[in-house]
């Protein structure tokens, strides 16, 4: 009995000891893996593009960008995230802010519910995606100050208001770097650009920052959705089997995912349009001008803009409407004078009101295509089928070696904050900080960026190209549009990109079912410039009766 009493003795007086703190930084998250076996597997890919050289970042530590906000992501237990996922797993946002306006759900809830996926999935080595490369360490703080402006009365404005969206990491945000996935712009310090001011001015929560194909696709011939900083992003229909499209990658594989509400993309030619239907999601590629890009690493300020990437045509309307707003420091930015985008997604257009175009090659060549226009004829739409007038697209590359070699250098000019940390100022800087340390830097090299330098288009030269192609572009389309008075011309994934994005013409893409492999394929509608509300209405009629998009089967628990 004396020695139990003094062992109690002791235990207490040890139990009443301080013990040693672990601090947060003591936390390991993450362990990198070695990548190999997986790369040694898709050498033999039959899609030239997905023989990957490497997967997993070399400089990006996932334990600085997810540590700030572990203690606050630990609060959610998993049987509370098991209650929370049929109120916000795949549901629109009229359907979250109900569940908020029901109390239900709150802002904060939402937010722990989608950095819980993340985390959960992303920092596992099985499972990650490489999407989430930067997280807003404050996001929970604003979801907080957002439920108690609710709570105080506010009546809100907008229908994004508390919707956590992730930016592909080419768009500036204050907070967090800007990268464009390359390590020359690793510690870019920026302030918000015009299209995230104007979602934080409308309450949007920016959760994060996404992985992208380096440079938006423009600087070597790699694998869609690889950058020196992100890694390489993967397919969340079949990881490592299916390509992510590009270069909106990251902002496609994490809506897919539901790692968010939604996303925002850019594209200049393909770059929304392509991962939209690689990841089954809704993506609008907008007119030029309809949306700013002041604040956006440029490739083309002839051809660039950014668009909404999300799970339903509802959201994508939203989401477009938030980010409206005339621009001054944008040549090409409007005044929003287009009526009912917000709430196209919410009344869609009657079959029996359509006219949409088939092209006849497609009918001959794809299955679903074909399977899917019998659909919209059956449910009463009126179909024209017609083959595509033959048009040449010469010069198109000079464009974007020209625009870029002139609109980089402004970008760093005026965007950056601290000259210090960004030590290029032009693409020939960039192609010698990259040959500084090209097996990090540039593995797969950067023959579009050498492209532009060796480029000798003339200013005039350029002008004729720009003018020859957007008449190409349009006459593409308009032979069928105009002849047959047509709402739209029906595409797939991003195959007709090129001349919608010389056109100037918007595009919408939405899920149109798998293929027998599973890999995703969507419907896309092409119109006229500022047509996206009636693209957006369309869209959602399509949606609605074919209900096509099935989430990832990996990714739904």
């Known amino acids: 009995m004396k020695n139990l009493i003094l062992i109690l003795v002791l235990l207490f007086a040890f139990a009443c000891k301080e013990q040693p703190q672990v601090e947060k930084e003591d936390v390991v998250l993450w362990q990198p893996y070695n990548d190999s076996a997986e790369v040694a597997a898709n050498a033999d890919h039959k899609s030239e593009r997905m023989r990957f050289k490497f997967i997993q970042s070399k400089v990006l530590n996932k334990n600085e960008v997810f540590l700030p906000l572990y203690d606050e992501v630990s609060k959610l237990s998993d049987s509370e995230y098991e209650a929370l996922k049929p109120l916000i797993l795949e549901q629109n946002i009229y359907t979250l802010q109900d569940h908020i306006a029901n109390a239900k759900l709150t802002y904060e809830k939402l937010v722990r519910f989608y950095l819980y996926r993340i985390y959960k999935y992303e920092l596992n080595n099985a499972t990650t995606l490489n999407t989430v490369i930067a997280l807003n360490e404050k996001v929970v703080d604003e979801a907080r100050k957002k439920d108690k402006a609710i709570a105080e009365g506010l009546d809100i404005k907008h229908p994004i208001y508390g919707m956590p969206i992730v930016l592909k990491d080419n768009i500036n945000t204050s907070g967090m770097h800007t990268t464009a996935g390359a390590i020359a712009l690793i510690d870019n310090e920026v302030e918000d650009a015009f299209i995230v001011e104007r979602l934080k001015e409308n309450g949007a929560l920016i959760l994060g920052k996404v992985n992208l194909s380096e440079w938006a696709n423009f600087l070597c011939n790699c694998p869609n959705g690889q950058s020196a900083v992100g890694g390489q992003t993967l397919n969340p229909y079949r990881r490592l089997v299916f390509d992510t499209g590009g270069s909106s990658a990251g902002s496609g594989a994490a809506t897919a995912a539901n790692y968010a509400v939604a996303a925002v993309g850019t594209e200049t030619s393909g770059s929304i349009l392509s991962p939209s239907g690689q990841n089954s999601v809704v993506g609008l590629k907008p007119t030029i001008g309809l949306l700013s890009r002041t604040g956006i690493v440029p490739i083309s ?47 869609p257009t009657a079959f029996t009101d359509m006219r949409l175009g088939a092209m006849k090659p497609l009918l001959e060549s794809d299955s679903i295509y074909r399977t899917t226009i019998e659909k919209l004829k059956q449910l009463g739409a009126e179909i024209i089928e017609f083959t595509p007038a033959e048009v040449t697209m010469d010069g198109f590359l000079s464009i974007l070696n020209i625009d870029m070699r002139n609109d980089l250098p402004e970008y760093l000019r005026t965007q950056i904050k601290s000259k210090n940390t960004v030590k290029i100022k032009s693409v020939s800087d960039a192609v010698a900080f990259n040959n500084a340390d090209s097996l990090l830097r540039v593995p797969y090299g950067q023959v579009r960026f050498e492209g532009i330098l060796a480029d000798t288009t003339t200013t005039e030269e350029l002008e004729k190209i720009k003018s020859t192609l957007e008449k190409n572009g349009r006459h593409f389309f308009d032979m069928a549009l105009d002849k047959h008075q047509l709402d739209a011309v029906l595409s797939i994934n991003n ?44 869209g959602a009629a399509f949606e609605k009766a074919t209900q096509a998009r099935v989430i990832p089967q990996a990714y739904k628990n």
């Open 301 to 347: 300020s002839t051809l660039d803009t950014p668009g909404p990437m999300t799970k339903n045509v509802i959201d994508n309307a939203i989401l477009l409407s938030a980010m409206t707003g005339k621009d001054t420091l944008d040549a090409k930015s409007i005044e929003e004078r287009f009526p009912g985008i917000i709430s196209a997604g919410i009344h």
């Open 495 to 538: 195959y007709h990109a090129g001349y919608a994005a010389v056109a100037k013409y918007p595009a919408l893409a939405v899920p149109m079912g798998y293929k027998a492999s599973g890999e995703p394929i969507s419907l896309t509608f092409i119109a006229k410039p500022f047509k996206e509300a009636a693209l957006l209405r369309l």
